[in-house]
């Protein structure tokens, strides 16, 4: 069974600090890694996608990718109480590239 | 662009009442999934469409059917509605090519008495 594990949280974090979100997945033949935002009451948010090791930046956010050690993380920079959200990693592989999800960190950045 | 468009966006369904949950993009995308998303849990695979006349079975496809005669619409039917089924509903979209990522509707929110 593939698997995407995330720490539930809540993880809670002061207005202007950095945000470390992490996720870690089964499947070593994974090939694509997402991460979506989710407001409370509403739909999945495309914020990130990773492929390759390394570092990818987008404004305040970060991904990072380790797939030695089947590691995927979310740095959010300069937190804003706009950001509190759920945040879901997704890792997608195989021939259909399916992803898998997993079942979110709630961040809360307190002003 | 409206992207993915879901309706109905709330629905209150009876034990054993049956139902279609809509979805159509407008993005030309070949693949279309349905979700389904339960308190706390994360998204879980109903089915899936890898183009127009082909279906395939997800993680949780008991209870549920879907069709696909067209690339814009991947409609969703529960036949004998149960309250285990009382949940978020999620269609979403992607491009062919491979590793893209998927794009998703606003969501129904069902639940049945």
């Known amino acids: 069974q593939k698997e995407v594990e995330q720490n539930s949280g809540p993880l809670s974090v002061p207005e202007g600090a950095i945000a470390s979100l992490n996720c870690t997945y089964s499947d070593r033949g994974s090939q694509s890694f997402f991460w979506y935002r989710q407001y409370s009451g509403k739909s999945p948010e495309l914020i990130m996608s990773?492929?390759?090791?390394g570092d990818k930046e987008d404004g305040r956010f970060t991904a990072q990718l380790n797939k030695a050690s089947q590691y995927v993380s979310l740095l959010i920079r300069d937190s804003q109480p706009s950001d509190s959200a759920t945040y879901l990693c997704a890792v997608g592989g195989g021939s259909q590239g399916n992803l898998i999800f997993g079942k979110g960190t709630k961040l809360s950045v307190k002003p | 662009n409206a992207g993915v468009t879901q309706t109905p966006k709330f629905r209150i369904l009876k034990i054993g009442q049956s139902m279609t949950l809509q979805c159509t993009q407008d993005m030309n995308h070949n693949y279309m999934y349905w979700y389904r998303q339960d308190p706390g849990m994360g998204l879980k695979l109903i089915y899936y469409s890898v183009g127009a006349g082909i279906t395939d079975k997800g993680e949780v496809p008991n209870g549920y059917n879907v069709s696909r005669s067209t690339t814009e619409d991947f409609p969703l039917r529960l036949e004998l509605a149960a309250p285990s089924q009382t949940s978020v509903y999620f269609c979403a979209s992607r491009q062919t090519a491979s590793n893209q990522p998927q794009h998703f509707g606003d969501g129904t929110r069902l639940s049945i008495l």
């Open positions: 990773i492929y390759s090791n």
